[in-house]
């Protein structure tokens, strides 16, 4: 063995034991509420051209300009490992032509993505997200209903101190009028902003509303809100979403300063936070994309979804009961035979052909060790696999009794009332 041990990389980590079984049973939940809702299952590639998200995400968005890990393949084309999952949904959605189908569409996923950030609790290099995409509809019930689906998750999940914040970017055009003005208060204050704030002022000054350098904050405070300048058209939609909400029963506060960290959105914004997390609190968000279709090479279509952090709604929930399935029948042998464990094993594939949770001894242990192991893993039953003959345990009742090999299978059916 060599003595240098080779660790996963930076920001990334295993899932495994009790931490796996919770992402199965959130999983579990997720797709409940998400196919009872007529979402449907779609995975993407881990990796897609890395002008998807060029186009897609935005050239000026931090995650385009630091985050993505970006390689060449054998060929030189360039490809990037997925930050995101919307881009590739729309993608996905123009290759198939999802556009003949009934509309909307509406697609989840449960995936794992990459973002080479600093690496801190709740935040990681790849990580998973769930995600629901609806496209094809702009009817304002979408916006709330994918609204609802992400707060009825996160309260099923027992995610804690869970807020909700809400705002309409209106829509491009709505929204170019108002960049102008947000532009002239930003070169009105410049000596105020942070650098950063400074180098995007021509190419994404709506950033601005996110930084936390005090100077630019106190410019912030003076700014002109893009939620006092929607197109009526706008306004109306998104004082329907809220009125949606409201009968749904979903409580938010209108955030007025509330910027997402992607470039494609219209329209509809919203974040989950929970104060039961440290800085990185954003548990999940989205909003509608109503131009991303179109800008992939597909036909205009209105889009509208989420994700949510896999890993912050763990941190952040009462992580759900994960209690192993209980083993119905352990095959036992009482000789360390050939003839004796192939008939064991071939008990064990009846048993689990006959739709019941079967195991046996893959150690090699002494019959002693394999009631042990019975015992440990909460077997209800225990076949003991002799030379010409089979013995049926009862581990609940304490009976035991002799019975034909072939016979085994029915009588754990019909949970052996002769023992
Ligand atoms: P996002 O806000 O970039 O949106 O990510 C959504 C969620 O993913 C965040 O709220 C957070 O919980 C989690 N997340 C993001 N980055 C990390 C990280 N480095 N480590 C751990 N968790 C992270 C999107 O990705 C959009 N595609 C959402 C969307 C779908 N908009 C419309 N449809």
Same mark, same amino acid.
């Given at each position: 063995?060599?003595?240098?041990?080779?660790? !996963?990389?930076?920001?990334?980590?295993?899932?495994?034991?009790?931490?796996?079984?919770?992402?199965?049973?959130?999983?579990? #939940?997720?797709?409940?509420?998400?196919?009872?809702?007529?979402?449907? #299952?779609? %995975?993407?590639?881990?990796?897609?051209?890395?002008?998807? +998200?060029?186009? /897609?995400?935005?050239?000026?968005?931090?995650?385009?300009?630091?985050?993505?890990?970006?390689?060449?393949? !054998?060929?030189?084309?360039?490809? =990037?490992?997925?930050?995101?999952? =919307?881009?590739?949904?729309?993608?996905?959605?123009?290759?198939?032509?999802?556009?003949?189908r009934?509309?909307?569409?509406? $697609?989840?996923y449960l995936?794992s +993505?990459?973002?080479?950030?600093?690496?801190?609790?709740?935040?990681?290099?790849?990580?998973?997200?769930? /995600?629901?995409?609806?496209?094809?509809?702009?009817?304002?019930?979408?916006?709330?209903?994918?609204?609802?689906?992400?707060?009825?998750?996160?309260?099923?999940?027992?995610?804690?101190?869970?807020?909700?914040?809400?705002?309409?970017?209106?829509? =491009?055009?709505?929204?170019?009028?108002? #960049?102008?003005?947000?532009?002239?208060?930003?070169?009105?204050?410049?000596?105020e902003?942070? %650098?950063?704030?400074?180098?995007?002022?021509?190419?994404? @000054?709506?950033r601005?509303?996110?930084?936390?350098? @005090?100077?630019?904050?106190?410019?912030?405070?003076?700014?002109?809100?893009?939620?006092?300048?929607?197109?009526?058209?706008?306004?109306?939609? +998104?004082?329907?979403?809220?009125?949606?909400?409201?009968?749904?029963?979903?409580?938010?506060?209108?955030?007025? =300063?509330?910027?997402?960290?992607?470039?494609?959105? &219209?329209?509809?914004? +919203?974040?989950?936070?929970?104060?039961?997390?440290?800085?990185?609190? *954003?548990? *999940?968000?989205?909003g509608?994309?109503?131009?991303?279709?179109?800008?992939?090479?597909?036909? @205009?279509?209105?889009?509208?979804?989420?994700?949510?952090?896999?890993?912050?709604?763990?941190?952040?929930?009462?992580?759900?009961? &994960?209690?192993?399935?209980?083993?119905?029948?352990?095959?036992?042998?009482?000789?360390?035979?050939?003839?004796?464990?192939?008939? !064991?094993?071939?008990?064990?594939?009846?048993?689990?052909?006959?739709?019941?949770?079967?195991?046996?001894? $893959? /150690?090699?242990?002494?019959?002693?060790?394999?009631?042990?192991?019975?015992?440990?893993?909460?077997?209800?039953f225990v076949?003991?696999?002799?030379?010409?003959?089979?013995?049926?345990?009862?581990?609940?009742?304490?009976?035991q &009794? @002799?019975?034909? &090999?072939?016979?085994?299978?029915?009588?754990v059916?019909?949970?052996?009332?002769?023992?």
């Amino acid at each position: 063995m060599s003595d240098s041990k080779i660790k !996963a990389p930076r920001g990334t980590f295993d899932v495994l034991g009790e931490d796996a079984a919770a992402r199965s049973a959130l999983e579990a #939940r997720a797709r409940a509420i998400l196919e009872g809702a007529g979402y449907e #299952r779609i %995975e993407t590639p881990a990796m897609e051209a890395t002008e998807l +998200f060029a186009r /897609g995400v935005g050239a000026s968005t931090d995650i385009v300009r630091k985050e993505m890990f970006t390689f060449e393949d !054998a060929a030189g084309r360039s490809l =990037t490992l997925r930050p995101e999952g =919307t881009a590739p949904v729309c993608r996905a959605y123009v290759e198939h032509g999802m556009h003949k189908r009934r509309q909307p569409v509406k $697609l989840w996923y449960l995936s794992s +993505f990459f973002r080479h950030e600093r690496a801190q609790a709740g935040r990681y290099r790849q990580f998973w997200q769930v /995600g629901a995409e609806a496209l094809g509809s702009e009817d304002p019930a979408v916006d709330a209903e994918s609204i609802v689906l992400l707060a009825t998750l996160l309260a099923e999940l027992q995610v804690r101190e869970v807020r909700l914040r809400l705002a309409s970017l209106g829509s =491009t055009e709505s929204r170019s009028e108002y #960049r102008e003005r947000l532009q002239a208060h930003l070169r009105a204050n410049e000596q105020e902003l942070s %650098e950063d704030v400074r180098s995007r002022i021509e190419d994404n @000054p709506l950033r601005a509303f996110d930084s936390d350098h @005090p100077g630019t904050r106190a410019v912030m405070e003076g700014a002109p809100r893009l939620l006092d300048h929607l197109s009526a058209e706008d306004a109306e939609h +998104f004082a329907e979403v809220r009125a949606l909400l409201d009968v749904a029963g979903v409580s938010y506060e209108v955030d007025s =300063t509330l910027v997402r960290g992607l470039d494609y959105y &219209t329209r509809t914004v +919203f974040e989950f936070t929970s104060d039961a997390l440290g800085a990185q609190s *954003g548990v *999940g968000g989205g909003g509608r994309y109503d131009g991303l279709v179109e800008q992939l090479g597909g036909p @205009p279509t209105p889009g509208m979804g989420w994700a949510a952090g896999i890993e912050r709604i763990m941190l952040a929930g009462e992580a759900p009961p &994960t209690a192993p399935a209980p083993v119905e029948l352990f095959v036992a042998i009482e000789h360390a035979r050939a003839d004796v464990r192939r008939a !064991a094993f071939s008990l064990l594939s009846e048993a689990r052909s006959a739709g019941l949770a079967a195991q046996m001894d $893959l /150690g090699g242990r002494s019959l002693k060790g394999q009631l042990g192991q019975a015992g440990a893993l909460g077997a209800r039953f225990v076949a003991i696999v002799g030379d010409g003959q089979t013995t049926l345990r009862d581990m609940q009742g304490g009976g035991q &009794t @002799p019975i034909a &090999t072939g016979a085994v299978v029915h009588a754990v059916l019909r949970g052996h009332h002769a023992l």
